[in-house]
């Protein structure tokens, strides 16, 4: 527990500027990603690779602006914890849709 | 005897005032640990109900698809209720470190308000697709969809239920160790929810948008 970073007395800050800039950040994210959706101005491939990559950056939005995500009292196996989530889901997903597709192909 | 000297040790520490409330109690920091790992098995649980629905999403059967399903108005007043329940989430929180009570107790009830009309659109959305023949049954698509969606609508019920409670408790007890950790630990689980909500933005209403 020697490297707490939970320290009481650190100084909270008046106006809770990190989540405003949080909330902004999340609201540009969505509209950005139903702007382009909705415009039609590339093919189905490539706007569904940048609007997953938006949501890739909601979910950083959300975990450090929101979630305390650094914050940890010693080690922080939180971190290791949500990292095997996020490896199996990807396993899941990815493994899913290879497998299946590949089904059709065949076919 | 060494096992229960370090009993009385974490014991004596349980109000180490040099620590956020919330990491006070020995059992503070475990408990957001165990959360975590909660949330991580989550993952995987709405991760297998994503890969099922990418896979059959085109399995319409002639009946409805996702394109004639989805309206941009309906799901945009849903994620930005979501949105900004998870902003107000975070705001009691930062009260709360701020030894804030009414402040506190304000934005947890307006993250319940905002879940609850989250909650009400996703229903009335439902309604609306049962009533037009687009029910459960009709479809794989239309199986996997409700399935995906209701999986996280009913998440989210739960989360409005269990943060009632946590508003009753910190009435009744007000800001001290155990109440900051369940009103962290319940942020964390709103935030969460809000992050599966982007990926059923994503891969269920904005494919069925661009498709």
Same mark, same amino acid.
């Given at each position: ?79 290791? #914890? ?6 199996? !889901? ?5 493994? %899913? ?11 | ?74 799901? %945009?007043?849903? %994620? ?52 037009? #023949? ?5 479809? !794989? ?12 609508? !009913? ?24 109440? !900051? ?31």
């Amino acid at each position: 527990m020697s490297q707490s970073h939970v320290k009481a007395n650190e100084k909270h800050p008046l106006f809770p500027i990190k989540n405003v800039i949080g909330f902004v950040l999340s609201l540009i994210l969505t509209f950005v990603a139903l702007g382009l959706g909705a415009a039609h101005i590339l093919p189905f491939g490539p706007i569904m690779l940048i609007i997953m990559g938006l949501a890739v950056l909601q979910i950083a939005v959300q975990l450090f602006f929101f979630m305390h995500f650094m914050e940890s009292d010693g080690p922080a196996y939180h971190v290791i #914890g949500l990292t095997i989530g996020i490896i199996n !889901a990807v396993a899941v997903i990815g493994g %899913t849709i290879w497998v299946m597709t590949f089904n059709s192909q065949v076919h | 005897m060494a096992l229960s000297n370090n009993e009385a040790k974490q014991r004596s520490s349980k109000h180490d005032t040099s620590r956020l409330l919330e990491y006070q109690r020995h059992d503070g920091p475990l408990n957001i640990l165990g959360f975590w790992i909660f949330l991580a098995t989550d993952l995987i649980l709405f991760a297998c109900l994503f890969a099922t629905y990418l896979v059959i999403r085109t399995h319409v059967d002639g009946g409805p698809t996702d394109k004639d399903l989805f309206e941009i108005p309906g799901f %945009t007043i849903e %994620t930005l209720l979501l949105l900004t329940s998870s902003f107000t989430g975070s705001l009691a929180v930062y009260e709360m470190r701020n030894f804030n009570k009414k402040r506190l107790i304000g934005w947890l009830i307006v993250t319940v308000l905002l879940g609850i009309g989250f909650v009400g659109f996703e229903i009335s959305e439902f309604v609306q697709y049962v009533g037009d #023949g687009a029910t459960m049954q009709r479809s !794989a698509f239309l199986s996997a969809f409700f399935t995906l969606v209701g999986t996280h609508g !009913a998440h989210v019920s739960l989360g409005i239920i269990w943060m009632i409670s946590i508003i009753r408790q910190v009435v009744k007890f007000g800001i001290e160790p155990i109440n !900051a950790r369940k009103v962290f630990i319940v942020g964390l689980y709103w935030h969460f929810l809000d992050i599966v909500w982007i990926f059923i933005f994503s891969v269920v209403y904005m494919t069925g948008v661009v498709s």
